[in-house]
C-alpha cells in the first residue's frame, strides 16, 4: 500500500514555471511507475508524463514535450513534474499516480493503482 501526496501547483502566468511533487509513503516511490496526469474542467483526463519502474527512462505527451520534465528524488520519496514555458491551455488539476505492476510506464490511467489528490496549476494568459 502507497499513499501520495501532492505539493506545488498554483497560479503562473504564461511563460511562467511551477514544479509539483508526488511524495510516496508506505514503500520507496523507486519501486512504483510513476505517471502524471492532468484534468481541464469539462474534459476527459489526459496523460502527461510518466517514469519508469526500471531504468527510470521517461516519456511525455506531445503537448508538454520539452517543456516538462518528470524525475525521481530517491532520497525524498518523491516524484517531480517540473514545468517550464507553461500555456494557458495547461491549466487543470494535475494528479500523480503511481503502480508497482507496470514494469515501465503506461499512458493509460486505469493502469494505475494509486492516486494523488490532485493541485490546481493555473496559467494566465
Known amino acids: 500500500q502507497v499513499q501520495l501526496v501532492q505539493s506545488g501547483g498554483g497560479l503562473v502566468q504564461a511563460g511562467g514555471s511551477l514544479r509539483l511533487s508526488c511524495a510516496a509513503s508506505?514503500?520507496?516511490?523507486?519501486?512504483?511507475?510513476m505517471g502524471w496526469f492532468r484534468q481541464a474542467p469539462g474534459k476527459e483526463r489526459q496523460f502527461v508524463a510518466a517514469?519508469?519502474?526500471?531504468?527510470?527512462?521517461?516519456y511525455y505527451a506531445d503537448s508538454v514535450k520539452g517543456r516538462f520534465t518528470i524525475s525521481r528524488d530517491n532520497a525524498k520519496n518523491t516524484v517531480n513534474l517540473q514545468m517550464n514555458s507553461l500555456k494557458p491551455e495547461d491549466t487543470a488539476t494535475y494528479y500523480c499516480?503511481?503502480?508497482?505492476?507496470?514494469?515501465?510506464?503506461?499512458?493509460?490511467?486505469?493502469?494505475?493503482?494509486?492516486w494523488g489528490q490532485g493541485t490546481q496549476v493555473t496559467v494566465s494568459s
Open positions: 517514469i519508469a519502474r526500471i531504468g527510470n527512462s521517461t
Open positions: 508506505g514503500r520507496t516511490s523507486s519501486n512504483y511507475a
Open positions: 499516480a503511481a503502480d508497482l505492476r507496470i514494469p515501465y510506464w503506461s499512458t493509460r490511467g486505469e493502469m494505475y493503482n494509486y
